[in-house]
């Protein structure tokens, strides 16, 4: 079952715009992840933020978590075309593996 | 370093047939997981392994299972395979005391 919804599920933005995806969750977590998939292939870690964080940051990304609503957000700032990928939020809780969202595609148009 | 290796690429079978999917995990790493993308949804968990031990095992029926070597290497075994058995099933690997996971690049299943 998804543990995370992503939000939008498709998002479309010209070069050098900022970009923003968000992800729900159900139950309280450990931690929340933002993977990067390049057209079917294997995923990339991006960030991991705990639960005890409320903002993280790494080169152009920037994550936000808020656990009493039980969101985060992913920023990618001035967005580039090699950006282009669908990016998917996952979660753990307890001892549980990694629950994934259903992701959000996202197209940079030069 | 080299990263998750997974084998084979692509593969293609009918109904009925058996699959077996292959995967290296990156050196150092003892823990492996597996997972099933169908098209336009995100990656579900099948099965995690860890010094050859199975640490947890999604909702997937008994037609499939999986094993680790003791070189860290597992397989993903799928029997009596059906139409929506079709998915990119991917394989990650991790260090034990921690959450990021490193995937290969997958293996493309089509059941015909």
């Known amino acids: 079952s998804q543990q995370g919804e992503e939000d939008p599920q498709a ?3 010209q070069e050098g715009e900022n970009a923003t995806m968000n992800c729900s969750y159900k139950t309280s977590i450990n931690n929340l992840q933002w ?3 390049n057209s079917g292939r294997g995923l990339v870690h991006l960030i991991l933020i705990r639960s005890n964080e409320r903002e993280k940051h790494s080169g152009r990304l920037r994550v936000t978590l808020d656990t009493s609503k039980k969101s985060s957000s992913l920023l990618i700032t001035a967005s580039r075309a090699a950006d282009t990928a669908s990016y998917f939020c996952a979660t753990t809780s307890g001892n549980t593996p ?3 969202g259903k992701g959000t595609r996202l197209s940079v148009i030069a | 370093d080299a990263g998750v290796t997974q084998s084979p690429t692509h593969l293609i079978k009918t109904r009925g047939q058996h699959v ?3 995967c290296s995990p990156i050196s150092g790493h003892k823990s492996v997981s597996w997972y ?3 098209l336009g949804q995100g990656p ?3 099965f995690q392994y860890y010094e050859k031990e199975e640490r947890g095992r999604g909702n997937f029926p008994d037609r499939f299972s999986a094993r680790q070597f003791p070189n860290y290497s597992s397989e993903l075994n799928v029997n009596a395979l059906l139409l929506g058995d079709s998915a990119l099933y991917l394989c990650a690997s991790s260090l034990p005391s921690r959450d990021e996971q490193f995937f290969g690049p ?4 089509t059941v015909l």
Do not use: C
């Open chain 1, 11 to 13: 998002l479309s933005i």
């Open chain 1, 35 to 37: 993977y990067r998939q």
């Open chain 1, 98 to 100: 990694l629950v994934f």
């Open chain 2, 20 to 22: 077996t999917l292959r």
């Open chain 2, 36 to 38: 099933q993308q169908v």
């Open chain 2, 44 to 46: 579900q968990f099948i």
């Open chain 2, 106 to 109: 997958g293996t493309r299943l």
